[in-house]
Structures are given as structure tokens and as C-alpha cells.
């Protein structure tokens, strides 16, 4: 059914067993069946690709910056040729339909456009100190070997968006991919290969026993850098192990977002903005809207707008032509949607359309959307990850931004309005680290990406991703 896909480790360039001769199985999300079965990687795997990453380094880094770009441009090329195998990967071992698993490929290969093209970037600075006594002289070098790890919600953009910048700063990398979604990971390191990423530059390493992996490569002081992208719960744990040998870390971590439709606003551009905050990946986006505010005199119309367009969208198996709503990754996953819309509903919400887990196999959960939400819903305070929108009602500004705020998570917000003053200024009210003003998208690899807040530290993307991979060194110079 998959065709030729690697299924080892990836190690100093070479497709190898793990060392324990060990293997997990892959699954299917729609049917609950194997796909695959991987390499799983353990701590003697994960030595060996450090001792891979150490041993490419200096080259690596030595390597002129558009030599490096020009590798990830042919990577960028690579994807872009086999988008629809790719996709069809995407969407096979992660459940989501092939229409996303498209639009995540093009966003996935961006990012190597992108980095290519901040590979020559690196720039530093000189300058004259204050009392004129030297010059300060500040250039930029590789951070070194940096661990990766990745989530299951973008099985490729989330790897791309760090593989970029890293190879382009001069770094080399062992990736760490998500359990559910190693095939993706294992396909990016075959087209890196391909596009003249030499031996040991990048390294990938699926397994099963992930907390014991990366811990073991964080105990390596050859590791310098860890960038992480996953739930704050465990980018918690992390963030304490990498304290130990004091390594970088950059933490793309959970969301929170508010949905926030004040009553001047275009409701026809709110719905469709609404539908992607909320439907992009079936709902499993840390950008995803997880809290619709809208303003009381608009409340109701937006609400039925909203249910009916989430009741028209087509639920299936996320290969199948039509789909729009693939099912979610996991059982785990879908339990826990299935048990925030529950204790809504218990504490008197109201299912306009979908509430309830239909029968049958696959991890499917119907479009929701729930009104009357009790404000202490733990819908309203823990990540949803699936299609589901809580709407909640406000009056006034003042009201809005305060409801926006009530959350640990500060990584993205949309704000809807006719008045461009009132956006921008609830736009830097709202506690985030990106605002979608009038628009339902923010993601865009040539824009810094991140949270405030326990939503994460560091940006992905923009010039900002490029630095997170490179450390200023400041020469005093006399001359
Ligand atoms: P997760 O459970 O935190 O897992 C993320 C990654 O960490 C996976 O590779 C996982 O491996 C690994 N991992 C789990 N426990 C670990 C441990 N103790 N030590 C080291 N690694 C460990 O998150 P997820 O469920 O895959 O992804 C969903 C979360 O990611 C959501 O909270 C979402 O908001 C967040 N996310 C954030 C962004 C952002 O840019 N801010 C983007 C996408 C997703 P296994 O698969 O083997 O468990």
C-alpha cells in the first residue's frame, strides 16, 4: 500500500536497523490498521547519530552559506515534485485529508525555500564602543549539533521549519519524530540525502521510547541546542533536562487561541476565517481556535452561520477524494475531545450541530459546535485538538480582551472587526505571540512564529528562525 518508504534509522547517511533489532508499529488512523512497522530506535541509536552530527559538524559549518542554501533549494525542489506522494504519506500515517496533507507539503517545502534564502544571511555586525576605546565586532556561528523533536500534527512542516534554519545556520541535527508519524520524518531525510546533504548533516531516529532518547542526547554535552515542538506538559520536562548541561532551547508549545467576532465586523469574512482558524487539519493545530467570543448582539447569527457551514463539511477516510475532515490521529485523542464536549454538555452547553462520537472503526469525531459554554468548561481552558468550536458571548471591548487573556497559553489570537484602531489596538492587548487581524491564517514561513506564556520560547521562521540556530561571538578588536 505504501510503495518504497524507508522504514530504519537514518544514521550518518545510511538506512540501518536498531541496534536492538527492535520495531513499532505504524497505524492507520482510519481503519486502526498497520501500515508500517519502523526501527525503534533506542540510547545506543541515539549516540550513534550523535556521534554522527559531532563528526559532520566542522565540515558542515565550514560549508559556504550558499552551498548550504542550495541544498535546501533542491530539497524545496524535491518536495515540490513529489508533493502528491508526499501528501498521500501525510495523510495515510497521520488521518488527515489529502486536501490538508497538500496544503502542508507546500508549506513544509517553503520553509527550505525560505532557509535557502537566509542562508546568506548570517550577517553580523561592527561598531565603535561608546568611550571609543575598540571596536565591537560581532559574528555569527553555528550553535552545533541540535536535537529536534516533532509532533504528529504536521509530520513535515514541523520538521522542515527546523531542519531549514538549522542546516542553514551550519548546524547538523538528529530528529526526533513523533511516534504516530514517522514516515514522513524518514521520507525528509531521503530527499535531504538526495538534494546533497552530506553523511551525518541530518540524522533521523524514530522510537517508541522518546522520553528515554532524547533525555540520553541531552546528557551529551556534544548536544548544544534542543528545539522542540509538542505539548507544554512535556516541553516542561525538557526545558528541566536541558538545564543540566545549560542547552539552547527553542519551545514551540500548546495553544490556546481566542476567536474573538466584535459586532462590526464582516460576519461573511469572520465565518470563512472561522472555519479555517478552527477546520485547518481537522481541528489538530496548536493555532487551531479553541475559544469563540462573540460579541452578544451577533452572537446568535454567527453561531447558526458557523453550525451549518461545519454540518455541510464531509467527514472520511482522509485518502478518499472529497473528504474535508479526516479522522483524528489517535484513540487517545479522540477520547479526549470526546470528553471536553461531555463535560460541556453536562454543564448545560448546547450542540448546534455534531456532540457526540459516532459508532463504528477509526478515530473519527463529528464537526461540533457547542453554545451556551460554562466559562469554568475545562473545554475553554485545556487544548481541544479536534473539530470542535465553544462559542461564548461578550459585551465591549474591555470584556473581550479580559476573556481572551484567562489562559497560561499565549500563542496565537484572531480578532475580527470593522474598525481597523479597535483591531490593532486589542491586537497589543492580547497576551500572543501572533495575531491574525481580520484573517484566519497566520502561519507563513517568511514570519516569525511563537508564544508568550507557557505557549513556548523562540520563534520559527522569519530572519528569528535563522538566529535561534546561530550564536553571536563579540570580538573586541583594537586596531
Ligand atoms: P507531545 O506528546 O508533547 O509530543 C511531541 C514530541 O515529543 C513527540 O515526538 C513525542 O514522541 C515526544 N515526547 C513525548 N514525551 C517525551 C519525553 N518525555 N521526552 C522527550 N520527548 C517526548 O505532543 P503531540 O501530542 O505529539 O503534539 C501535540 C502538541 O504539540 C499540542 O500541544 C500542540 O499544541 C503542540 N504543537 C505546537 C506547535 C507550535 O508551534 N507551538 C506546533 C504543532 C504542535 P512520541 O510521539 O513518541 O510520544
Known sequence: MLGVVETELFIGGKWVPASSGNRFDVLDPATGDVLAAVADGGE???IAAVDAAAEAGPAWAATAPRVRGEVLRKAWEL???RADELAKLISLENGKALVDAKGEVTYAAEFFRWFAEEAVRGEGTLATAPSGANRILVTRQPVGVCVLVTPWN????????KIGPALAAGCTVVLKPASDTPLTALAMA????EAGAPSGVVNVLPSRSSGKVVSRMLQDPRVRKLSFTGSTEVGRILLAQAADNVVNTSMELGGN????VFADADLDAAIEGAMIAKMRNGGEACTAANRFFVEASVAGDFASRLAARMAALKVGPGVEEGTQVGPLVNEDTVAKV?????GALDAGAKAETGGSRPEGPGFYYPPTVLTGVAPDSPILREEIFGPVAPIVTFTGEEEAVRLANDTEFGLVAYVYTGDLARGLRV???IEAGMVGLNRGLVSDPAAPFGGVKQSGIGREGGHEGLLEYLESKYIAVNW
Do not use: G
Open 427 to 429: 491586537s497589543e492587548a
Open 257 to 260: 487561541a481566542p476567536f474573538v
Open 44 to 46: 545506543s541509536d541515539a
Open 154 to 161: 504536521f509530520p513535515a512542516a514541523m520538521a522542515t521549519r
Open 338 to 342: 470526546d470528553s471536553l464536549v461531555r
Open 190 to 193: 531521503a530527499i535531504l540525502a
Open 79 to 81: 518536495m515540490t515534485e
